[in-house]
């Protein structure tokens, strides 16, 4: 049972980028996936979650309106398109699955951490 990151790249502010998340050993349809990104000297933060079933997704204000959780079933991979990016959002991005239908609220329920992606914003 994995999740792997990828998709990550260095953009200019204002630029855009898709990171994907794809999932091996089990389907994710069912289960809620989250994103989360640690920058440097900084704790992980929550980014961005999409639940199982309906599809209801969740976002940081931070990342509201620039950012966009999506999921394709038939790849087994849930998507982040990242648009209006800014320096700030540089950081390691992660996904995980809290192994509910519903995106928990504690980063502490989610896991099955795979190894992340480097997203790096600058001029």
């Known amino acids: 049972v994995q999740l792997q990151a990828s998709g990550g790249g260095s953009v200019h502010p204002g630029g855009s980028l898709r990171l994907s998340c794809a999932a091996s050993g089990f389907t994710l349809d069912y289960y809620a996936i989250g994103w989360f990104r640690q920058a440097p000297g900084k704790e992980r933060e929550g980014v961005s979650c999409i639940s199982g079933g309906d599809g209801s997704s969740v976002y940081a204000d931070s990342v509201k309106g620039r950012f966009i959780i999506s999921r394709d079933n038939a790849k087994n991979t849930v998507y982040l398109q990242m648009n209006s990016l800014k320096p700030e959002d540089t950081a390691v991005y992660y996904c995980?699955?809290?192994?509910?239908?519903?995106?928990?609220?504690?980063?502490?329920?989610?896991?099955?951490w795979g190894q992340g992606t480097l997203v790096t914003v600058s001029s």
């Open positions: 995980a699955t809290d192994w509910r239908t519903y995106c928990s609220d504690y980063e502490s329920d989610f896991g099955s």
